[in-house]
């Protein structure tokens, strides 16, 4: 049951071809992952094309670079690159596009927001002071100010002997995975929204339509689809004198 929860299918609505190429062949979600890079080659051709309005005050660096007719990059914004901006999308004031980028149809990444190895579906948004490394954001996915998709665990050092990290390894219903991976952040389904400074631990990979209360700090593994997931914590007022 478990492998089916991890397949892309669950995950994403596949229908498009154009998405379900990002995930051919793949048994496992986190198997696109490492194929980003590929993509981004794929899409830019290992050139450059920009059709989009680039404002003044924005840079881009040398390497391969697209961006789509209806792209908008803001002043301030650092496309590093190589990256694909698709149509529609937006890469808002002081955003950092760093290394294998996709941004699909009317994404966004916003002020103050990074993303690193990443693919955004059509119309996922990472709007404010956000962090997306090593992440994959489904249709319509909402990151609320300040999330973090955590990529790197802080016991991931790396061996004296081989130079080597740790990889992630995950537990779905009583049965463990290996993704191979030693950068991994969040896959998240269709239309997950977070809400304000939730932080989601490298590894998570959270269902189609769930919502993810804010300042929650959430374990890496697999989450349902259709939940809430809420943070509870005691507040009290207290007097003064």
Not at 81 to 94: E, F, K, N, T, W
Request: with cysteine; glycine share 10%; aromatic share 6%.
């Amino acid at each position: 049951m478990s492998d089916h929860l991890l397949h892309p299918s669950t995950l994403f609505n596949l229908n498009q071809p154009a998405t379900a190429a990002f995930f051919d062949a793949c048994t496992y979600v986190w198997e696109a992952l490492p194929q980003i890079k590929r993509h981004v080659a794929r899409l830019t051709a290992g050139g450059r094309r920009i059709e989009g309005v680039v404002m003044d005050g924005a840079w881009l660096s040398d390497a391969p670079i697209v961006i789509e007719a209806g792209a908008l990059v803001e002043p301030g914004a650092y496309i590093l690159g190589p990256a694909y901006i698709g149509r529609g999308a937006v890469v808002r004031h002081g955003a950092f596009v760093r290394e294998d980028v996709i941004l699909l149809e009317g994404a966004i990444l916003g002020h103050a927001s990074e993303a690193k190895n990443s693919l955004f579906l059509p119309h996922a948004h990472a709007p404010h002071f956000a962090y997306v490394g090593d992440s994959i954001l489904g249709h319509r996915v909402n990151l609320g100010a300040g999330t973090k998709l955590s990529n790197l665990g802080i016991l991931s050092e790396k061996d004296p002997a081989t130079g080597q990290r740790p990889t992630i390894r995950l537990t779905v219903e009583e049965q463990e995975y290996d993704t191979g991976l030693t950068k991994f952040g969040a896959i998240l389904g269709d239309d997950v929204q977070t809400g304000c400074n939730s932080v989601l631990n490298p590894g998570c990979i959270v269902g189609p339509r769930t919502l993810i209360y804010a300042n929650t700090s959430l374990r890496k593994g697999y989450h349902p689809a259709d939940a809430i997931i809420k943070l509870r914590q005691n507040v009290r007022a207290i007097n003064r004198g």
